[in-house]
């Protein structure tokens, strides 16, 4: 589900990318500002901003988070 909401945001990410995250999130933040012509700074910053909604969303419907 939320791999459909980060593939929205940020349409030119395929799965093995975004598997990335869990591994090594450096390399997905240069690959990010590479593929949506974003500096690393603002890569990061969508990123956290991402996640920061997912996790809202989550706390909202009651679903808990994986990094419980």
Partial sequence: MWSERIHH???HLD???MNLLYRDRKSFEAHL???????LI????E???????????R??????SRMQ
């Fill in 33 to 39: 500002a590479a593929t949506h012509n974003l500096s």
């Fill in 9 to 11: 945001r940020f349409p």
């Fill in 15 to 17: 799965s093995e990318q």
């Fill in 59 to 64: 706390e909202l419907s009651g679903i808990p």
């Fill in 47 to 57: 990123i956290d901003d991402f996640l920061y909604v997912e996790t809202l969303a």
């Fill in 42 to 45: 603002e890569a990061r910053e």
